[in-house]
């Protein structure tokens, strides 16, 4: 049982590349989320999914895009990298989204854009 | 929207000694999460609140919500190096049980000196 899992853990990317960051879970969570983590503003929902299927804009949704077309994998898409996404992007998920189980994060990916 | 404001941003105390976090809502908190991180790594849940005035301990980490719910603080006693992370709290803004867009404070880096 890995948990949640996301790859890669570093990358660094050119102004106007495109990316796609993974996240996996093998718990068989319903609910998936993503996260940007930057200095001084704490952690700020950029998508999430209720189920496979099922999308939804967060906080801060702009310049990316999501998918889920299995339980397990929820990627996050950079269609035109800007040097305003570098920051280092964390993945959730928990079990149901009607329970109040908290979410478990996946160890982030760091991403730089120059 | 809602807003979580921790306080302090930064602390440093000396092994042994007792502190505390405190996260400000500015609504009225729904369920409320405490969450370490530590640097590198993604957040490891430590406690969920939801009842005012409920109060949660793990080990020498103990946990308040108020009865307004506005408010929570995060108690360590005689801390140890171990304890060293960033804190986060984070909220459910939603009435809806379970929708589950956390937001989060900005966090609190805890410096533990030997």
């Known amino acids: 049982n890995a948990g949640v899992t996301q790859t890669p853990k570093f990358q660094v990317l050119k102004t106007g590349q495109s990316m796609t960051l993974q996240c996996a879970q093998d718990?068989?969570?319903?609910?998936m989320s993503w996260y940007r983590q930057d200095p001084g503003m704490g952690l700020r929902l950029i998508h999430y999914?209720?189920?496979?299927?099922?999308?939804d804009q967060g906080e801060v949704p702009n310049g990316y895009n999501v998918s889920r077309s299995t339980t397990e994998d929820f990627p996050l898409r950079l269609l035109s990298a800007a040097p305003s996404q570098t920051s280092v992007y964390f993945c959730?998920?928990?079990?149901?989204?009607?329970?109040?189980?908290?979410?478990?994060f996946g160890d982030g990916t760091r991403l730089s854009i120059l | 929207s809602q807003e979580l404001e921790q306080s302090p941003q930064s602390l440093i105390v000396q092994e042994g000694k007792n502190l505390t976090i405190n996260c400000t809502s500015s609504k009225t908190l729904y369920g409320l999460y405490w969450y370490k991180q530590k640097y590198g790594e993604g957040l490891i849940f430590l406690m969920m609140?939801?009842?005012?005035?409920e109060e949660k301990s793990h080990e020498k980490i103990t946990a308040k919500l108020d009865e307004k719910k506005q408010q929570s603080s995060l108690h360590i006693t005689a801390s140890q190096p171990s304890h060293a992370g960033i804190y986060l709290c984070g909220a459910d803004p939603s009435t809806i049980q379970g929708a589950q867009k956390l937001v989060f404070g900005q966090g609190t880096r805890l410096t533990i000196n030997p």
């Open positions: 999914s209720v189920g496979a299927g099922i999308t």
């Open positions: 718990m068989n969570h319903e609910y």
């Open positions: 609140l939801q009842k005012g005035g």
């Open positions: 959730a998920s928990r079990t149901d989204r009607r329970s109040n189980q908290p979410q478990h």
